[in-house]
């Protein structure tokens, strides 16, 4: 796998119910939906993501007309166009790992392996590949021998298709051990059962 020049996520934008700006699009959602007594548990892009996507469809719809006839648009909306792949869809997803002493540290249990990646409400929307990725990883990144790498790791990014993936490394900084590690850990994602076809430093 080889290195190259850096290449450049997007951050996820994130917006709680209360920040929405009255009148927004996205404001007519939360009330369409608070009107039929749902709670919406996702955020961001993913506000929709546990719905049933039928049910996605028809409260966007209702929350675009209301949104139209309160704007006093001409004419009327034409109805949304359903997605052919409306969940897993993207072929960018990022992770901020949680750098600094836990990083590395022993006796840690199974179920608390993922505590090292900011939370990410979006994964519905990602291939279940980046998920293996991601964690995978986080699992390697506690081992006692890449700590000096972790502790320097600020996102690891992923890219591709849907069936073809890379791994961006993001760090703070870079010296000779940091890049001995990160070269050992690009030979792993090879193991993967994700096809994973490069990894790239920034």
Not at 131 to 136: D, K, M, N, Q, R
């Amino acid at each position: 796998m080889g290195f190259s020049k850096p290449l450049h996520g997007l951050p996820a934008g994130k917006k709680s119910q209360a920040q929405e700006t009255a009148g927004s699009l996205a404001a007519f959602i939360y009330q369409e939906a608070a009107g039929r007594g749902m709670r919406l548990s996702g955020a961001g892009a993913a506000v929709l993501a546990s719905l049933e996507y039928g049910l996605e469809i028809e409260l966007k719809n209702a929350a675009l007309r209301n949104f139209w006839k309160h704007h006093g648009l001409p004419g009327r909306p034409e109805a949304v166009v359903c997605s052919p792949r409306p969940r897993h869809y993207r072929t960018t997803s990022k992770r901020r790992w949680q750098a600094g002493s836990a990083a590395g540290r022993q006796g840690i249990k199974d179920g608390q392996r993922r505590i090292f990646f900011e939370k990410e409400e979006a994964s519905a929307l990602e291939p279940a590949e980046h998920a293996l990725i991601f964690e995978t990883i986080g699992i390697w990144l506690q081992q006692p021998e890449f700590a000096p790498l972790a502790r320097h790791l600020n996102f690891i990014i992923i890219r591709g298709t849907y069936a073809e993936f890379m791994v961006i490394f993001n760090l703070e900084s870079m010296d000779r051990a940091r890049h001995r590690l990160l070269l050992k850990l690009a030979s792993r994602l090879r193991s993967l059962n994700a096809n994973v076809i490069s990894a790239f430093l920034y």
